[in-house]
Every structure is written in structure tokens, then in C-alpha cells.
């Protein structure tokens, strides 16, 4: 008979890793050999531990209706990268440069091709236009020329010129009125170029804002988001955005329209800033154009044209966390590693792209819900017409933002302005008393989904392990704590440490596999701040207390010969194993159920309080020691002779 | 008349949402328990898993056929690699699972476990134990020795279906099967 087949071989031929000739090989001499066949079975039995892992893992309805959610958002198209053939670049960048060429020209030398192309205008805005005529003829050019950072570099609202390059994702406009259009001949594909533009021109403002209609249909470009930090509360559902996106303004009025449509954002929180040119720039109002929904516009005067950054920040509801710990302790018990996380989810209707994020430990006192401010239909309250206002207090005084157009004209349109209205206020106390934990980097968390991010990680923590019994507290089993402080002599120190949960590892064996020692929760931990870890039942350490001796003695007797007084004494003997292999410590609490009493023991313990004694024993490993101790209680008129 | 899954990804690419659902729904549970084992982290699957689909609904214009679920396991596959080189900075231990799963700590375990007549609780620690043991060994494997044990051995594709999941030749997988199996050999606990 051939040899007996390898183990290699064996693997093979259970597996059918090898070829259809090996298969039959040794298939025939398995048949004959009953030692291979025995040395089969047993491999066999080995890998059977594979299947210890053949669990069914069921997909939650909630995991399938997240997914469902993303396969409703339209596909993004990837772009094509173009920069990855460098000869292919040169000339898309030759092409691109030509064609910014082309249409500067074309917006300058042929002014007139925008007006033919605007078609006729609708009558309803013909008297409007009457009444703008004065600023009309000051300020209107008949090219519509904008520029921004995204690699749009035009917009003209004359037929399909749609933006190239531009990120269908953001949700703010700018939008301009036919008064304020000036034209620039930057590119935002060249930042120096838009930077060189933010001068001073000499022509002059005029002295009424646009009005901008409220218009459903509109043609925009959209600016991106270069930068966004979020401050997410746990303590309530509301984070606090700031986002940086750079604008384009011209000379002159700007509207800027600012759109939330499905997602969570408090719109009376809304407020907009300039980061540069702060003293060219004044935002002026902030309205909410009646019927259409889910939109702001900004009324900004501006003594510059060209690109500027602005701080946009409101309050969102539907993005959280939480933090939770993972403890390993090492083999000794004497250290641990800590590693603790932070897991984010966003269902604010938004996705927020390489968001700098920052974390709140502390309770926040808000007014209102952002999550029903958010679903209000309209940001204050319903809109009322212009003819309506008097009605109410009349002091809504809006003509002067519309640039004077006042009577028939506007009689059917609504509008509000929030400097007119009281603005809802979101309080905050003793903020420079909350933790602020910022997460390194920048993390892109897109709409319904959750994030788990690494927030610190510590080795070699010092820790003490105790064992605790208790039975007033934890009944007949003894408790693990595990005891560290929050500061730098622990490795840690560095910031307080939020609440969570915390889930402690231990080494079950030298090949270094992990075992589920124990979890809890931990509340807030302050630096320098000890904590104490219930981990749970300590399997291996038993306590057996046994009443040894009872009796009573010392009677006291009243007048009419009734007990009075007597003494309750008490023989206890407790067995406590440790069947670890670490050497423990453990600390026994006894109650007594009356403040009079006195305790023999050749064991030294400490005055817990007035009813309890605590005894601290330290126990070799896999040892057994006896505690034993004499309990004398004091009752009814003998509790005097114990002060006496 | 069951729909085949060409079908169903013919009709959600004509924009048929509940095509798509069927389709999660259809294979939701054989990718999760492959992301798992994947991962070694219910948390961190759930997440690939999001990615995995997120990825067929982008890319179904894409799928020529003929075989969807080959094609689903190598965007799973991508989706565990790309994860996995992403968040190795976050050291995630594989541990977690067990308690992201069952969300119990050893007290609850406790309870429920004694309500249940046939309880044993060595036989229970010790059966956990060696789960344990064969998940640690498994996530100590390669990443492509991994993957093939797992499609092959759990997910029981045939050698040409991880082939075809994993772009290489049949004789790749049955040489990682084999280094996957030779290295477990000594790290399986005996049962």
C-alpha cells in the first residue's frame, strides 16, 4: 500500500483543493486505510470549530429601511478624472481656458444676446419693473455674469449654460435681482484673480434695496461648502453648524437665498457672517418670502465685488452621540489599555461632508425643540398679507426694504422680515462649563448613517482590582470593581471622560485570546476624579458566611419583672476562595441592623459607619481564608450601658 | 413566478424602488453574516453593510450579469476592504460584537440563560469561549486568505464563484483556502 496520506493531503481531499486525479487518489486509499481514516475524522473534528461561528446574522428592518433611504438619493456621478493622463490635462486645461475666454468676450462685446434670450417678461412683474426703471437705468447691464469657487464660472439665465463642475448638493444660492448686476470678468477657477477684484469701485450705491419677488422658479448657481464644523449636544437633540462657504457679491445690493428643504435646521436660527471685508459688507435682513417654503433670503450691501468668505450658522436637530469605553486589561490586573469611542448619527436630512466635529458633555437649556421649530411650515408663524399688517400692530414697516414699492403691487404678496419680528431665542447657561471634546481631523458623516470614531486611547492605566461583599447591597455574591483615577499619573488626565458605557476585556489565556470580564456605566468622570468600575459578579471568588454560635445574655429587667434589656451575641465564620491565579483583595461589608454594638475579631476591620464594619482581606491565589468574628448587639435599656 | 435578480436590477435601474428592497431583503442576511466575519464587528458590518448597497445601487447600470450574487460578494469584499484600511486607526476589537449583538451584560446573561432548563453554564462558557477562540483565529488571517474561508466555507460559494468575487484564478482561492486551513489548524480550540 502507497504511504499514508500527509496532512496536507488529508486537507486537500476534505476541502477539494486539489485536482480531480489527487481527489480519486486518495479516495481509494482512504477506502483501504483505516488509519487515514481515523487521522480524517479527527482533522474533520477540528475544523468542526469552524462552525461554532455559522450563526445566522438577520438584517434588521431598521438597517434595510436606512438603505432603502440612500437608494431613494439619485446617484452622484463620479467625475472622471482627468488629471490622471497629464497629457490629456494639458489640453482639457488649454480647451477650458479657451472656452473662459471665449465667453468673457462674449458677455462684454455682445451685451444684448442675454436680453434677447430673456424672452418676454411676465406681465404681472412689468409694474414692478416700471417702478425699479430709476435704478434700472443706473445699475442694469444686460449681462448676467457670476462667478463662484466651484468651477462654475457663469451663470447666465439665457438658455442651457449649466454649470459644469458644480456640486448639486448644497443647498445656498446666490441669487441676484436684475439692479444689481455687475458684471466681473474673473474666473473662480483662479482665486487671485477673484481676490485681485474685491476693490472698491467708484460707482455708486444705490440708496434702496432690490426687491427680489418671491419666485418659485429660479435659476442659481451653488456655492459649496469649503469648511463645516458641527458642535453636537448629547444632552438634547440639537448641534450647532457653522459652515464657511465663499460668495461672490457684487457692488452694490445682493440677495443671498438660503434653502433647508427636507432637512431638520432651525430656520430662526439662522445668521450669516462676512469673514473678510467686514466693514464693505452689511447683511442687512434676513426674509422669509411667502409661499415659498423652506427659504430664506439675505439682503446684503456690499461696497465690493467679488468672492468673499462667510460663516453661515444655525441650529439642526437629528444628528447625536454617545460615547462607550473599551477596557483590556492585562494579564496581571495591574494595568489596563482603554480605548474610548464616540458613535455619531446623523439623521438631519443633510449630509455633512469632511465636517470638523466637536462634542458637548453637559445639559443645554433650550427654549424650544429644534426638531419642531424645524417641522414649523413657515420659520415664525403663517404669512399674512401686506394688507393685513396694519390689522396688527401696523408697525411692519417693509417698505423701506423694497426699494419703495408699496400699494397694488405688492397687495397679494407676503413676506417677513425678521428683524421686524421677535426672533426666538436659544438660551445657554454656564456654557464655559461644558466639555468640549473636538475629534481630530474631519470625518464626512452623510445623512442616516453612523459613525464610530476612535476619541482617545490610553495603555498601561494603573488600575486596582477589588473585590467587594456587601450583602445588604449585592446579596451572597462578591462584586469586581476596578478603581483608576482620571488623571496624567494614569495616562489619562488629558480631558474629563463623558458617560457611556465601559465593557472590560481580560486576557483569558498567554496566547493572549481576550475574555468578556464584566461592563457598566459610567457617569461623567471630571480630570483628576477617581472612578470606581462594577464589573459585575466575580465568579471565582466565593463567600460563604456561616452563623456559628447564637445566644443572649445579660437580661435587664423593669419594675414589673419584664426584660428590659439584653445583649444579642453572634459567632460568624466566613469562608472566602479564591479559585483565581491572581492573588485578590477583598473588602467585606457586615451590617448589624443597630448602631450599639461591639465586634471581637482577630482580624482588624474599620468603623464602615454607625451600623456596618468593614473588614479587608488580601487572598493568595487559588487560597481559601477564614474570617471570624463575635458580634455583640446591644438592645433596650442595655443599648445605655454600651455609652456608659 | 419568483423574480429573478436580473430582473429586479432591471427594474430598479427603470427606477423601481421595491425591486431594490427585494433584492436587500433577498440577500441582506447572507451579506451581513459575511460582513461580520468580515469585520469582526456587527457595528462596523452594519456599516459596510449600508456601503455594500449604497455601492450596487450606484453601480447596478453597471452588472452585465449572469451571476448577481458573485457580483453583490465582490462590492461586499471591496466595501470590507476599503473599511477595513479606513478605520484601522481605530483598532476596533472584535469582541465588541458579542456584546453589540446581544447589547447583555454577564448579570442579564445570567437571568435569561437560567430561565432556560437545558442551561449549563460551564458548557455555555466554555462553548462561548471556543467561539471566541475561532474568531480571533479567523480575524488573525490575511485579508484575502479571510475573505476566501469565509465565501467558500460559510457562505458556501463554489471555488469559481470566490474566483470570480475576488478577480483571481481558481488555483489563487484554493491556495489561499489551503494556507487559510493550514494556518487554523493550529489555532482551532478542540471541540
Not at chain 1, 489599555?337 to 455633512?352: H, L
Not at chain 1, 458637548?360 to 404669512?383: F, S, T, W
Not at chain 1, 399688517?389 to 401696523?394: E, V
Not at chain 1, 455574591?477 to 458617560?499: R, W
Request: hydrophobic fraction near 35%; include cysteine; glycine fraction near 6%.
Amino acid at each position: 500500500m502507497k504511504n499514508h496520506l500527509t496532512e496536507n493531503e488529508l486537507i486537500e481531499y476534505q476541502f477539494k483543493l486539489g485536482s480531480q486525479e489527487q481527489q480519486n487518489t486518495s479516495h481509494e486509499h482512504l477506502a483501504g486505510c483505516g488509519e487515514c481514516r481515523e487521522r480524517l475524522e479527527k482533522l474533520n473534528k477540528k475544523y468542526a470549530a469552524l462552525d461554532l461561528l455559522r450563526e445566522d446574522a438577520h438584517v434588521s428592518e431598521e438597517l434595510i429601511s436606512q438603505v432603502m433611504a440612500q437608494a431613494k438619493q439619485p446617484v452622484r456621478q463620479k467625475v472622471v478624472p482627468f488629471y490622471k493622463s497629464s497629457w490629456f490635462g494639458a489640453v482639457a486645461a488649454a480647451l477650458v481656458l479657451g472656452f473662459v475666454f471665449l465667453v468673457s468676450n462674449l458677455n462684454t462685446d455682445k451685451p444684448t444676446r442675454q436680453q434677447l434670450a430673456k424672452g418676454p417678461e411676465p406681465k404681472g412683474k412689468a409694474a414692478i419693473k416700471e417702478s425699479e426703471a430709476k435704478h434700472e437705468a443706473e445699475t442694469a447691464r444686460p449681462t448676467r455674469e457670476f462667478v463662484q469657487d466651484t468651477g462654475v464660472t457663469t451663470e447666465m439665465p439665457t438658455v442651457a449654460t449649466e454649470p459644469a463642475q458644480e456640486e448639486a448638493i448644497t443647498r445656498i444660492v446666490a441669487k441676484e435681482t436684475s439692479d444689481m448686476i455687475a458684471p466681473t470678468k474673473v474666473s473662480a477657477l483662479d482665486i487671485t484673480a477673484v481676490e485681485a477684484a474685491i476693490t472698491p469701485t467708484t460707482k455708486p450705491i444705490s440708496e434702496q434695496p432690490p426687491f427680489a419677488p418671491a419666485s418659485a422658479i429660479e435659476l442659481v448657481t451653488l456655492p459649496r461648502r469649503d469648511k463645516v464644523q458641527l458642535t453636537i449636544y448629547n444632552s438634547a437633540d440639537f448641534t450647532l453648524v457653522r459652515e464657511r462657504r465663499n460668495l461672490t457679491l457684487k457692488k452694490g445690493w445682493n440677495w443671498l437665498q438660503f434653502m433647508w428643504a427636507n432637512t431638520l435646521i432651525d430656520p430662526t436660527s439662522l445668521s450669516m457672517e462676512p469673514l473678510d471685508q467686514m466693514e464693505k459688507i452689511d447683511i442687512q435682513q434676513l426674509v422669509f418670502p411667502a409661499r415659498l417654503r423652506e427659504l430664506g433670503r439675505w439682503l446684503i450691501r456690499s461696497e465690493i465685488s467679488g468672492q468673499v468668505p462667510f460663516e453661515i450658522t444655525y441650529f439642526t436637530s437629528g444628528l447625536s452621540w454617545r460615547a462607550f469605553y473599551m477596557g483590556t486589561l492585562s494579564q496581571d490586573e495591574k494595568t489596563m489599555k482603554m480605548q474610548g469611542y464616540v458613535r455619531i448619527g446623523n439623521n438631519s436630512g443633510e449630509d455633512y461632508e469632511e465636517a470638523q466635529t466637536r462634542l458637548i458633555v453637559g445639559k443645554v437649556h433650550i427654549l424650544d425643540q429644534i426638531a419642531e421649530l424645524a417641522k414649523r411650515q413657515y420659520p415664525y408663524n403663517r404669512p399674512i398679507s401686506l394688507g393685513k399688517m396694519g390689522g396688527r400692530g401696523g408697525d411692519y414697516d417693509v417698505g423701506g426694504m423694497m426699494g419703495g414699492i408699496k400699494g397694488d403691487n405688492m397687495r397679494d404678496s407676503f413676506m417677513f422680515v425678521d428683524e421686524k419680528l421677535s426672533r426666538k431665542e436659544i438660551r445657554k447657561e454656564g456654557l464655559s462649563e461644558y466639555f468640549l471634546y473636538t475629534i481630530e481631523g474631519t470625518e464626512t458623516i452623510p445623512n442616516e448613517w453612523g459613525k464610530r470614531l476612535l476619541s482617545f486611547e490610553a495603555e498601561d492605566i494603573a488600575v486596582e482590582s477589588l473585590y467587594k461583599y456587601d450583602e445588604e447591597r449585592w446579596g451572597n455574591q462578591a462584586i469586581k470593581f476596578v478603581k483608576f483615577t482620571n488623571d496624567e499619573e494614569h495616562n489619562l488626565g488629558q480631558t474629563p471622560i463623558p458617560n457611556g458605557d465601559v465593557k472590560i476585556y481580560g486576557y483569558a489565556d498567554e496566547q493572549g485570546f481576550l475574555s468578556y470580564v464584566g461592563g457598566t456605566g459610567i457617569k461623567y468622570i471630571p480630570v483628576d476624579e477617581e472612578v470606581e468600575l462594577n464589573l459585575g459578579p466575580a465568579r471565582l471568588v466565593e463567600i460563604e458566611p456561616k452563623l456559628m454560635d447564637f445566644k443572649t445574655e445579660n437580661y435587664i429587667f423593669d419594675n414589673n419583672g419584664d426584660v428590659s434589656g439584653w445583649d444579642e451575641i453572634r459567632t460568624w465564620k466566613i469562608e472566602i476562595t479564591n479559585t483565581r491565579t491572581l492573588p485578590i483583595q477583598i473588602e467585606i461589608t457586615r451590617g448589624f441592623g443597630t448602631a450599639y454594638w461591639t465586634l471581637q475579631s482577630g482580624t482588624p476591620y474599620d468603623k464602615h459607619d454607625a451600623s456596618h464594619a468593614r473588614f479587608m482581606l488580601e487572598l493568595e491565589p487559588r487560597s481559601k481564608q477564614i474570617l471570624e468574628y463575635t458580634i455583640r448587639t446591644y438592645h433596650g435599656t442595655r443599648e445605655e450601658s454600651l455609652n456608659q | 413566478m419568483e423574480n429573478t435578480d436580473k430582473s429586479l436590477i432591471d427594474a430598479h435601474c427603470q427606477g423601481d424602488p421595491a425591486a431594490f428592497g427585494e433584492l436587500v431583503r433577498r440577500y441582506g442576511d447572507r451579506v451581513l453574516g459575511y460582513l461580520i466575519k468580515m469585520s469582526g464587528n456587527r457595528e462596523q458590518a452594519e456599516d459596510l453593510f449600508q456601503e455594500t448597497f449604497k455601492r450596487v445601487h450606484e453601480k447596478a447600470h453597471t452588472f452585465r450579469g449572469p451571476q448577481f450574487k458573485s457580483w453583490l460578494f465582490k462590492i461586499a469584499t471591496n466595501a470590507a476592504l476599503d473599511g477595513r484600511r479606513r478605520s484601522r486607526r481605530m483598532k476596533a476589537i472584535s469582541l465588541n460584537q458579542q456584546f453589540d449583538s446581544d447589547n447583555m451584560n454577564s448579570e442579564q446573561l445570567g437571568v435569561i440563560a437560567t430561565a432556560d432548563d437545558s442551561y449549563n453554564p460551564s458548557e455555555q462558557a466554555s462553548k462561548a469561549e471556543q467561539t471566541e477562540q475561532v474568531r480571533q483565529a479567523i480575524e488573525l488571517l490575511p485579508e484575502r486568505q479571510r475573505a476566501t474561508l469565509v465565501l467558500a466555507y460559510y457562505q458556501q460559494l463554489s471555488y469559481t464563484d470566490v474566483a470570480q468575487v475576488l478577480g483571481c484564478s481558481v488555483g489563487t482561492v484554493k491556495t489561499q483556502m489551503f494556507r487559510a486551513l493550514k494556518t487554523l489548524a493550529d489555532k482551532l480550540p478542540e471541540i
